[in-house]
């Protein structure tokens, strides 16, 4: 069963570090009054992680050809059903996630978005590369 029906609040838990991140700073944003304060909404997406399933088998990594020719039928089978599956990490195993409802925000916060993302993104590759100097 998949929950449609939901534009609602996101539970904390249900929110990566960085999103989480992103979200104090639009409040700090509202707060000042440098975009307009509004409601910011979630709505429940499939994980793309195990396509809506709550289970994958990401933790064995990707099986090779070599290794597939070395399984017997038996485990081949096991694979194939789901034997291997491990309950899915980014959604806690109930095969949905929650991502912000950025098209219902007023223009000047999707704006606040990019650029917070453009920012995070920049300063996440600068560091990047200042340890592929060594600093
Ligand atoms: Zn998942």
Known sequence: MIDYDG???AKTSQINESESRLISSLMDAMQDE???TCDIRY???ICSDCRGEGRNSL???VITQDSWNEWDDDKRDDYMSGFYDRS???CSGTGKVQEMDEESLPEAVQEY???Y???AYESASASYYE???GC
């Open 88 to 90: 899915c990490t980014a």
């Open 117 to 119: 993302r453009e920012d």
């Open 59 to 61: 933790h064995l990594g």
């Open 34 to 36: 440098r975009i307009p």
């Open 7 to 9: 534009l609602r609040f």
């Open 131 to 133: 340890r592929l100097a």
């Open 43 to 45: 709505e429940w997406v």
């Open 113 to 115: 978005i990019r650029n």
